[in-house]
């Protein structure tokens, strides 16, 4: 990852900060995005650096598609090039089906999916030869073990056909574009001590949750030379909760 740069969004904490500092360790220069926690995501800044590369955090909120450009455009301004795009910031509306509003509808498509169509679109513009894109999904998008999560699997579902049209439209040019459907993993967004935790594990075939470093191994491997023929597609990091 010697000389790449790589852009993350939501790595201010969990699954994004895991693969922002990982990539780092690889050698990429990495810049991270947040919506809220500039405190946190300077610190990620601090794990990068120490990782001996560069890292730079922006503000950028998901649902903002003008937003989200800027943050590809200043990511190319201060490093000169973006090699691999990681759009990760995420929510998890979860309840009753008959109480989601469609304010929550759009906000959720908004965050998801028309988040990962406006990055994938602006990054691909400066991409090279080489290039990544990779969308973090959930394995909810695969299959649905529990009611209450529709309309968070329709938002990570949408990440399916994306991934597959910009592998068609970007492979021309050598770039790659895949999905990473992590299932539970122990994030604030769903802590492996948490109401539901024990129910997931449960559901999973090896009885346990996912690390965040566990979804980041396998990003840091479709963002190096080993993803190099790996596109369209997606991959499942899930404990077997899809098996
Ligand atoms: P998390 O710990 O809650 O972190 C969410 C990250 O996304 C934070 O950096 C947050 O920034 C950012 N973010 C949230 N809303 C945003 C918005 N509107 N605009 C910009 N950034 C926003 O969640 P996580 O567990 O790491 O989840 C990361 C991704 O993995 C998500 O797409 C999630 O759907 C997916 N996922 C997670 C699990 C799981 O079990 N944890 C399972 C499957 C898929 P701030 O810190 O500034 O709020």
Request: glycine share 12%; aromatic share 4%.
């Amino acid at each position: 990852m010697t000389r790449r740069v790589a852009l993350v969004t939501g790595g201010s904490r969990g699954i994004g900060a895991a693969v922002a500092v990982r990539l780092a360790s690889e050698g990429a220069d990495v810049v991270i995005t947040y919506a809220r926690s500039a405190e946190r995501a300077a610190a990620v800044v601090t794990q990068i650096e120490a990782a001996g590369t560069r890292g730079l955090a922006l503000e950028a909120e998901a649902a903002d598609a003008g937003a989200l450009v800027a943050a590809v455009e200043r990511t190319v301004a201060e490093f000169g090039r973006i090699d691999v795009l990681v759009s990760n910031a995420g929510i998890a509306p979860y309840g009753p089906l008959e109480e989601v509003t469609l304010a929550e509808v759009d906000a959720t498509l908004a965050i998801h999916a028309r988040a990962s169509f406006v990055l994938a679109q602006a990054a691909a513009r400066h991409m090279r030869e080489g290039g990544r894109i990779i969308c973090i999904g959930s394995s909810l998008a695969e299959r649905v073990p529990y009611p209450g999560w529709t309309l968070y699997a329709m938002s990570k579902s949408a990440l399916t056909g994306l991934t597959k049209g910009l592998a068609r439209d970007l492979g021309p040019r050598g770039i790659t574009a895949n999905l990473v459907h992590p299932g539970s993993t122990d994030t604030e967004m769903n802590p492996a001590d948490g109401e539901e935790a024990e129910e997931e594990r449960r559901f999973s075939a090896l009885g346990r949750y996912c690390d965040p470093a566990d979804i980041a191994a396998t990003v840091a491997h479709l963002a190096g030379e080993g993803g190099r023929n790996i596109t369209g597609t997606a991959v499942v990091v899930d404990a077997g909760t899809t098996a």
